[in-house]
């Protein structure tokens, strides 16, 4: 089956570091990621959304500035979160699409960010 | 605008029992995808069931299956028979075609927890 590989799966940062997240399609191509926040006990809050090679389309609310998204490849595709806060400790879970695999969405297995 | 609405946090049910998980949805698009993931403790979401707007029939998958009703806009989920490995989060989700660009929007989510 489709695979989405997220990385790291959890990650401790001092406040003002920046962190990198990646998000890889395995064995397929992905048409288009999805960036999404969770926090405890709480839904998936989508942040953004990127096609490959083009800019990402952010939330209302969601600072683009603030969290950079990269989708460089069709199997790609990277967050970054600047000058991090406490603020911004929370699960982040990417998720990705094939046009070619219907309308199931394939997770990766989030990140969980820890700013002190 | 698209909003999901699960209106049942916790549930409690006894193993082998079926349940019944509530999602109603409200869209402005003609032509609409709904899912529902399943998160255990660990956080990966894994994809149950999909349910087109235009399929004829009600969607299963196994233990699963997706109860169906337009006119309502509800697509609650079944659990025939549940057993203890089905005690995590459920989340009913939502893709306009036409409007969201394929962005997928997930609800409140559900707490189940399976007794033995």
């Known amino acids: 089956g489709a695979v989405v590989s997220q990385h790291p799966s959890r990650v401790i940062c001092k406040s003002g570091t920046s962190v990198k997240i990646e998000c890889r399609s395995l064995d397929f191509q992905a048409t288009t990621m999805f960036w999404y926040r969770q926090f405890p006990k709480q839904s998936l809050m989508l942040m953004a959304t990127s096609n490959e090679g083009s800019k990402a389309t952010y939330e209302q609310g969601v600072e683009k500035d603030k969290f950079l998204i990269n989708h460089a490849s069709l199997t790609l595709s990277t967050l970054t979160v600047t000058s991090a806060h406490p603020e911004d400790s929370s699960f982040y879970i990417c998720?990705?699409?094939?046009?070619?695999?219907?309308?199931?969405?394939?997770f990766g297995s989030g990140t969980q960010l820890s700013v002190l | 605008a698209q909003k999901i609405t699960q209106t049942q946090p916790g549930m409690f049910v006894q193993e082998k029992e079926a349940v019944t998980l509530d999602c109603t949805y409200d869209t402005s698009d003609p032509s609409y995808g709904l899912f529902w993931y399943k998160q255990p403790s660990s956080g990966e979401m894994i994809f149950l069931i999909y349910?087109?707007?235009?399929?004829?029939q009600n969607a299963t998958e196994g233990r699963y299956s997706l109860n169906f009703q337009k006119a309502r806009k509800s697509a609650n989920l079944v659990i025939s028979a549940s057993q203890l490995g089905d005690s995590a989060m459920y989340f009913c989700a939502m893709r306009g075609v036409y409007s969201s660009a394929s962005k997928i929007i997930f609800g409140s989510g559900t707490r189940l927890s399976i007794r033995p």
């Open positions: 349910q087109g707007s235009y399929d004829q």
């Open positions: 998720s990705a699409r094939s046009t070619l695999l219907g309308e199931k969405l394939f």
